[in-house]
């Protein structure tokens, strides 16, 4: 497990990557920084960083951090997007979940499109 901090704008958390590969490899590439955009209670910035799904799921919970293989994309869930049914939180298509986010996650709903998005070792 690697602590980190997720900062979303002004919106600072702290955190834990999991331990399994795309977790791994993406925690050796910390920080990791790219522009976010919200998709309902999501928000998520493409990286360069290219991983194979690792076993994705289609639902997640509030504070999971996922890996979304087709964009290349880091993702943070809070709530509901477009593609849920009901309160579920439900990806536009499965995630690797590689950690999650701790603390008020309500604070997330503030994020903009554009605003800058770090995770970095804590």
């Known amino acids: 497990m ?3 901090v ?12 999991n331990d399994t590969r795309s977790a791994r490899a993406i925690a050796s590439r910390l920080p990791v920084t790219g522009t976010g955009a919200r998709w309902g209670d999501e928000v998520y910035f493409s990286t360069d960083i290219t991983l194979p799904p690792e076993d994705p799921v289609e639902v997640v919970e509030a504070g ?4 979304w293989p087709p964009g290349r994309a ?5 709530g509901p997007t477009p593609a849920s049914d009901g309160d579920e939180i439900r990806p536009a298509s499965p995630v690797n979940i590689i950690g999650r ?12 499109d554009g ?8």
Do not use: K
Not at 6 to 17: E, I
Not at 101 to 112: C, H, K, M, N, T
């Open 74 to 78: 880091i993702c943070l869930f809070w």
């Open 101 to 112: 986010v701790e603390g008020d996650l309500s604070a997330l709903g503030e994020v903009r």
């Open 2 to 4: 690697t602590r980190i």
């Open 6 to 17: 997720v900062t979303v704008g002004q919106v600072r958390l702290q955190g834990a990557l």
């Open 115 to 122: 605003d800058l998005v770090t995770l970095e070792p804590a």
């Open 64 to 67: 999971d951090i996922g890996y």
